[in-house]
């Protein structure tokens, strides 16, 4: 677990580096951090322009230290993602950050039938993986968008492309994580730790 202080470093990590690379094309070297952005995390950083998506990319494995995770997730969300243009100069005031730091995921073992009654909204993201398929939603989609455990379950396979039901399939996996989620309240401004489980509001 982070602190709310290492939260705030994390966003402006990712603050740092999109904006950069948005200006300059510059990769940061994250440096001088606590010691938990060297630690193997999953991360997602995710930018939203006037309340609506920008762009969300992040690595769902612990496969490279946390800082570099975030400086990678946050540039490849300003210029990578395949549903948006590029973020342009003009834009970085406009755009909120948001980084979710990510659980190892883990395999359900349960019988297929009962994944409705595990999947806690608000706590849980899913990934959806059925040979070369593989689908993600964050634990923070489920509430912003009202889906209930079925309708999480459901739109994870939509976003691995399966039908809505392959999660009941054998041959497919579902596994689950768990997540920090850490936001400003509007762009260059305070950061805050969201939470989904207390008081669902709050996507991918």
């Known amino acids: 677990m982070l602190t709310l202080d290492e939260g705030r470093l994390a966003v402006r990590l990712a603050r740092q580096a999109f904006t950069g690379y948005t200006e300059k094309k510059k990769v940061i070297e994250p440096q001088d951090l606590p010691p938990v952005f060297g630690e193997l995390r999953g991360v997602f950083v995710t930018l939203h322009e006037d309340g609506d998506l920008r762009g969300c990319i992040g690595y769902p494995q612990p496969i490279m230290p946390l800082g570099k995770a975030i400086v990678d997730s946050a540039i490849n969300a300003c210029s990578r993602d395949p549903r948006f243009p590029c973020v342009r100069p003009a834009e970085l005031k406009r755009i909120e950050v948001e980084v979710t730091i990510l659980t190892r995921p883990e395999p359900y073992t349960e019988p297929k039938k009962k994944l409705p009654e595990l999947?806690?909204?608000?706590?849980?993201?899913?990934?959806?993986?059925?040979?070369?398929?593989?689908?993600?939603?964050?634990?923070?989609?489920?509430?912003?968008?009202?889906?209930?455990?079925?309708?999480?379950?459901?739109?994870?396979?939509?976003?691995?492309?399966?039908?809505?039901?392959?999660?009941?399939?054998?041959?497919?996996?579902?596994?689950?994580?768990?997540?920090q989620i850490f936001a400003e309240v509007a762009p260059e401004r305070e950061v805050f730790e969201k939470s989904f489980t207390e008081s669902p509001c709050g996507s991918v």
């Open 119 to 179: 999947v806690k909204i608000g706590r849980d993201g899913l990934i959806v993986t059925r040979g070369p398929y593989s689908g993600l939603l964050l634990p923070q989609v489920a509430p912003e968008w009202g889906f209930d455990s079925l309708e999480f379950l459901s739109q994870t396979c939509v976003k691995a492309g399966l039908p809505p039901d392959a999660w009941l399939d054998e041959d497919t996996e579902v596994q689950h994580f768990q997540a």
